[in-house]
């Protein structure tokens, strides 16, 4: 069945330097999303990334969509404490126009200041 | 913005009890799903709903059921609780099926 793997588990950085977590699906993906979520919190959407090879910017955050539509990556510039929480990709599946969404096991981000 | 809201947010009950957990999705959104998140791990899709008809299904136990109403809330109703049911629950709403999900605040069930 669809898999998505995501690595790092955990990162650990100090503010200011960068951060990057990687995905991989199993399958091919039609869209793949990305949410942040706090401790104690719920999923917060960032990003939805359709296109092979698609690449966008939220200010200091990069996201890329692998051209085979299989994997992803998310990349932070200059962490700040703020980033701190877990970085889930989740994919949908190109066969499927279900919807639902297979989730990475997430990086938990700690930033020390 | 309006966001997706989920009652209660916190829900205690011991084991062969029921619970009931309500979402309203985003208005405008006609698509609501739910999904089971234990401690330390991702979210786990269970059941959805697009149009008020069941759309996919997921590991979702036959204790519970859900559905998606008229006005496009939906319930998810537990039976015969377990304690491995204890879990932060979250539904989310998008508009149709392959775009992008917006999730509640969540649901905590603490099963004793």
């Known amino acids: 069945g669809q898999q998505v793997m995501q690595i790092p588990q955990y990162q650990h950085v100090q503010e200011g330097e960068d951060f990057t977590t990687y995905c991989n699906s199993s399958?091919?993906?039609?869209?793949i999303q990305w949410y942040k979520q706090r401790p104690g919190g719920h999923p917060v959407f960032l990003i939805q990334?359709?296109?092979?090879?698609e690449v966008k910017k939220q200010k200091r955050l990069t996201f890329q969509f692998g051209e085979a539509k299989k994997n992803s990556s998310l990349h932070i510039t200059a962490t700040q404490t703020t980033d701190v929480g877990t970085y889930f990709c989740?994919?949908?599946?190109?066969?499927?126009?279900?919807?639902?969404?297979?989730f990475g096991r997430g990086t938990q981000l700690t930033v020390w200041p | 913005a309006a966001g997706v809201i989920q009652s209660p947010r916190h829900l205690i009950k011991e084991k062969r009890e029921t619970a009931t957990l309500k979402c309203y999705p985003i208005?405008?959104?006609?698509?609501v799903y739910w999904y089971q998140q234990g401690p330390g791990q991702d979210p786990q899709f269970l059941i959805s709903?697009?149009?008020?008809?069941?759309?996919d299904k997921g590991s979702i136990p036959d204790r519970f059921s859900a559905q998606q109403f008229s006005d496009y809330h939906s319930e998810l109703n537990m039976s015969s609780l377990e304690l491995g049911d204890s879990a932060l629950y979250f539904c989310?709403?998008?508009?149709?099926?392959?775009?992008?999900?917006?999730f509640g605040p969540g649901t905590r069930l603490t099963v004793t």
């Open positions: 989310a709403s998008s508009r149709g099926q392959n775009n992008e999900q917006y």
């Open positions: 399958t091919t993906l039609s869209n």
């Open positions: 990334l359709v296109k092979s090879g």
């Open positions: 989740a994919g949908q599946d190109r066969g499927s126009t279900l919807g639902r969404l297979y």
């Open positions: 208005p405008r959104h006609d698509t």
């Open positions: 709903f697009y149009e008020k008809m069941q759309s």
